[in-house]
């Protein structure tokens, strides 16, 4: 199909006539070669159920994306409407509910943000650009997960548009199994357009990461596998082996060099955190270590991610400048760099380093002491 004027949103309905449409139908994930009929850049709920009835009349799918990371399983989408929910970015905080509503297109950053100012927090996961709303549908596995359960858990009310295009709001009261199929069944029951979620008082966080040489292996595996089998569930921690890249962006300390990591965070007072993470240190020299306590709003990355000062490098800016230590600006690529302030960047250890203007062109995945696999796009 491709006369889509009778189909009038306030938001743009591209299609592959434009000349920009191999940017419209991208995903986060540039792997995902997605080729629908056309793109709806909607704004409202009106403008998804528009879309969703123009489509039933025209015999054509719709499918809802929020940010594109998880696309891949979505392709090729022909016949198919693909409903971008990037541009609904309300997010409304009630601290006196300790609640908060967002949009379909709210990223994780931002709502962190938002509900850090009130000394709340969300549930932040591994990703901070990953969209609010697919994350949480999908389960939503976070920092706070031991203590508080999965995102999903947190969620009081669903709107959506349902295939007939008519909106809705579900909860545990109003159409119950449609409500509990949504938080974590995956499926294509609707397009959703905000959701209703409780917040969680936490002011501060102890978190981050530590980098030890690979080469203590096993023998230090299993030594997490004891410390964390013992430690309460106020603790969420994970263990990976990486190896950053050899290219000029990554430290030289670390690049190219295989790499055992032990990050996480524990919920709590600072000395409570490192009495937690005392065990962890024993187990040999480290390369970085990026534990600190951070407030509730620095569980989101910061705007402009510096580089850690490590052994033999240059000195860093001075505290409070605005300059960053290195920056990275490329036009296509996969990079890792280095945090320099985990109190400010969330605990992150590896990431992109970009001025906050240029966040809309590129795709970060890691946050709070995560490795960052960052896909530019083009």
């Keep these: ?3 889509f004027t009778g189909l009038a ?8 006539n434009d000349s920009d449409w191999d940017q419209a139908r991208l995903a986060w994930n540039l792997a995902a070669d997605l080729r629908p009929e056309a793109v709806a850049f909607v704004e409202s709920a009106g403008d998804v ?6 489509a039933a009349e025209n015999e054509l799918k719709v499918s809802g994306q929020g940010t594109g990371h998880g696309a891949a399983p ?10 971008k929910t990037e541009r609904m970015r309300g997010i409304e905080v009630d601290p006196e509910a300790q609640t908060a509503r967002v949009e379909a297109g709210v990223l ?3 709502l962190s943000s938002a509900a850090g ?3 709340l927090s969300s549930m932040p996961g591994s990703s901070p650009d990953v969209g609010v709303t697919g994350y949480t549908l999908g389960g939503g596995l976070s920092w706070l997960g031991r203590r508080y359960g999965f995102a999903c858990n947190r969620v009081q009310a669903i709107e959506l548009v349902t295939a007939d295009g008519e909106q809705r709001t579900v909860d545990a009261e109003n159409e119950p199994d449609l409500f509990w199929a949504l938080r974590g069944g995956g499926g294509g029951y609707a397009i959703v357009t905000a959701l209703q979620l409780r917040l969680i008082p936490i002011a501060e966080i102890y978190a981050g990461a530590l980098v030890f040489p690979a080469e203590l292996g096993a023998e230090a595996v299993r030594a997490y596998r004891d410390w964390a089998a013992g430690v309460s569930d106020d603790v ?7 190896t950053p890249p050899p290219i000029p962006d990554v430290p030289e300390p670390i690049r190219g060099r295989p790499l055992l990591t032990i990050d996480g965070a524990c919920i709590g007072s600072q000395a409570e955190g490192e009495a937690i ?8 020299e480290t390369i970085m270590d990026t534990w600190v306590q951070i407030p509730a709003e620095g569980l989101k990355p910061g705007d402009v991610v510096r580089v850690m000062q490590l052994p033999g490098e240059n000195q860093a800016p001075a505290a409070g400048s605005t300059e960053p230590a290195a920056t990275v600006l490329v036009d296509r690529a996969t990079v890792y760099a280095a945090a320099e302030d985990p109190a400010q960047s969330g605990g992150t250890l590896l990431t992109l380093v970009v001025p906050a203007k240029t966040a809309p062109q590129v795709a970060v995945a890691g946050a709070a002491g995560r490795v960052a696999v960052i896909a530019v796009r083009p």
């Design 1 to 3: 199909m491709s006369d």
């Design 9 to 16: 949103i306030a938001g743009r309905i591209a299609t592959p």
């Design 49 to 54: 159920a528009k879309t969703v009835r123009f």
């Design 74 to 83: 979505l392709a090729p989408l022909e016949g198919t409407i693909l409903i």
């Design 108 to 110: 994780v950053a931002e």
């Design 117 to 119: 100012a009130h000394r």
């Design 236 to 242: 969420t921690s994970v263990v990976r082996f990486v």
């Design 277 to 284: 993470v005392a065990p962890l240190r024993e187990l040999g």
